[in-house]
C-alpha cells in the first residue's frame, strides 16, 4: 500500500514528476518498479555530489507531503489536487531552507525566492 501511495498512483507519480521538474531533474524520478529506496541509491549515484544533500530533503518532503495530503483527503474531505500539493511542497521546501537545510538551497531553482 506505501510503495501504491507514495510512487505508483498517478496522483503521486504527477506530483514527483512536477516537484523533480521544478527543480530541473526530470530524467531522475521514481517509476513504477522501485522502492523508494532503490530509486534513491540510483539517484543518489546519478546526482552531482553538491547536490545530494538536497535531493535528500526532495526525497523525504515529497512523500511526507504526499501522506498528509492522503491524510487531508481522508480525514477532512480535502480534494487530491496535484498543482496545490506541489505549491504547498515549494513552500516547505523554502520553510527547511531558511530553517538551515543548506543542501536544499544548492538545487533551489535561483528564480525561487527562500529569504
Given at each position: 500500500?506505501?510503495?501504491?501511495?507514495?510512487?505508483?498512483?498517478?496522483?503521486?507519480?504527477?506530483?514527483?514528476?512536477?516537484?523533480?521538474?521544478?527543480?530541473?531533474?526530470?530524467?531522475?524520478?521514481?517509476?513504477?518498479e522501485d522502492?523508494?529506496?532503490?530509486?534513491?541509491?540510483?539517484?543518489?549515484?546519478?546526482?552531482?555530489?553538491?547536490?545530494?544533500?538536497?535531493?535528500?530533503?526532495?526525497?523525504?518532503?515529497?512523500?511526507?507531503m504526499?501522506?498528509?495530503?492522503?491524510?487531508?483527503?481522508?480525514?477532512?474531505?480535502?480534494?487530491?489536487?496535484v498543482?496545490?500539493?506541489?505549491?504547498?511542497?515549494?513552500?516547505?521546501?523554502?520553510?527547511?531552507?531558511?530553517?538551515?537545510?543548506?543542501?536544499?538551497?544548492?538545487?533551489?531553482p535561483?528564480?525561487?525566492?527562500?529569504?
Amino acid at each position: 500500500m506505501m510503495r501504491h501511495l507514495l510512487l505508483e498512483c498517478p496522483f503521486a507519480r504527477q506530483t514527483w514528476h512536477e516537484v523533480l521538474a521544478w527543480l530541473g531533474m526530470t530524467n531522475t524520478g521514481p517509476n513504477e518498479e522501485d522502492t523508494l529506496m532503490a530509486w534513491w541509491l540510483h539517484a543518489k549515484h546519478n546526482t552531482p555530489t553538491q547536490m545530494r544533500k538536497g535531493l535528500a530533503s526532495i526525497a523525504f518532503l515529497t512523500p511526507w507531503m504526499i501522506w498528509k495530503q492522503r491524510n487531508e483527503c481522508i480525514f477532512d474531505g480535502a480534494q487530491p489536487l496535484v498543482h496545490a500539493l506541489v505549491s504547498k511542497i515549494k513552500d516547505e521546501a523554502g520553510q527547511w531552507t531558511r530553517a538551515g537545510a543548506h543542501g536544499l538551497r544548492v538545487i533551489l531553482p535561483t528564480t525561487w525566492d527562500v529569504h
